[in-house]
Nanobody
Framework: QVQLVESGGGLVQPGGSLRLSCAAS????????MYWYRQAPGKERELVAA????????NYEDSVKGRFTISRDNTNNTVFLQMNSLRPEDTAVYYC??????????WGQGTQVTVSS
């Protein structure tokens, strides 16, 4: 059974940094693509960053390129999102996910990121 547990969110001032973590279990993590999504109030969930299995290739939504970095630890089944130069428009609930869970419509509880002075 897939389980995804996000953590690391919080309140940060504009220009600050946060590092999100997602502990995964219940599937073959090392060969699975992993994604970070976010959902702001009143908006649809959007894909922010992706990393293929074995960590070879990454991709980012345009507004976060150069500020966010996705990485993974296949030994500990964890995916990270390093977020730098945060802006108020980055405020959202952030979720990690993987294709085998998305097709089953499973989502974790997410972690709230609030960027405000």
């Amino acid at each position: 059974q897939v389980q995804l547990v996000e953590s690391g969110g919080g309140l940060v001032q504009p220009g600050g940094s946060l590092r999100l973590s997602c502990a995964a279990s219940g599937f073959t993590f090392s060969t699975s693509a992993m994604y970070w999504y976010r959902q702001a109030p009143g908006k649809e969930r959007e894909l922010v960053a992706a990393i293929l299995g074995h960590g070879g290739i990454t991709n980012y939504e345009d507004s976060v390129k150069g500020r966010f970095t996705i990485s993974r630890d296949n030994t500990n089944n964890t995916v990270f999102l390093q977020m730098n130069s945060l802006r108020p428009e980055d405020t959202a609930v952030y979720y990690c996910n993987t294709p085998s869970a998305i097709v089953r419509r499973y989502w974790g509880q997410g972690t709230q990121v609030t960027v405000s002075s």
